[in-house]
């Protein structure tokens, strides 16, 4: 994203928060678009296949800690672009998200993040290193994936 509107005005930079919306987990990373590069923050557990008022809150709270600006929500596509029935459910926690906390909420195509995060966890790690993952690190790795393509300008 250029430091600079089409109109010619500096932008200001934000924290954004990007999330990897799942059935068992929220993966979480936060980011800014001064850099333009993001984190992983340590996933939310679910306990239900709807949100409870527990897990909103710690979404909340990770929003209102990082002074957040703006949100982003990665969107699972098939392989082929078409939708799933966790399309809808994404799409469904991103307008509860921006209904609650009063912020822009913006979608981001994830297909492959799960597996570019995968990878790059594993290319961090030293070869004699040969500790799994759990799956909260992969799914707020999938989340800084889905944040980066967003600060990189994939809308």
């Not at 709270?61 to 699972?76: D, N, T, Y």
Request: some cysteine.
């Amino acid at each position: 994203m250029s430091p600079v509107t089409p109109e010619g005005k500096f932008r200001v930079p934000e924290v954004v928060i990007g999330f990897d919306f799942g059935l068992k987990r929220i993966g979480v990373a936060v980011g800014d678009t001064l850099t333009g590069t993001a984190r992983p923050l340590p996933a939310i557990e679910r306990k239900t296949p709807e949100l409870t008022e527990v897990e909103w809150r710690a979404v909340e709270i990770e929003v209102v800690k990082a002074g957040a600006r703006q949100l982003i929500v990665g969107c699972p596509y098939n392989v082929d672009g078409t939708t799933s029935p966790m399309t809808g459910r994404a799409k469904a926690f991103a307008k509860s998200l921006g209904e609650r906390l009063k912020l822009p909420v913006h979608l981001v195509d994830e297909r492959y993040s799960s597996l570019e995060a995968e990878a790059a966890l594993r290319d961090r790690r030293s070869s004699r290193d040969r500790k799994r993952y759990d799956r909260g690190a992969i799914d707020s790795a999938a989340a800084t994936v889905v944040l980066e393509r967003w600060l990189a300008g994939e809308r």
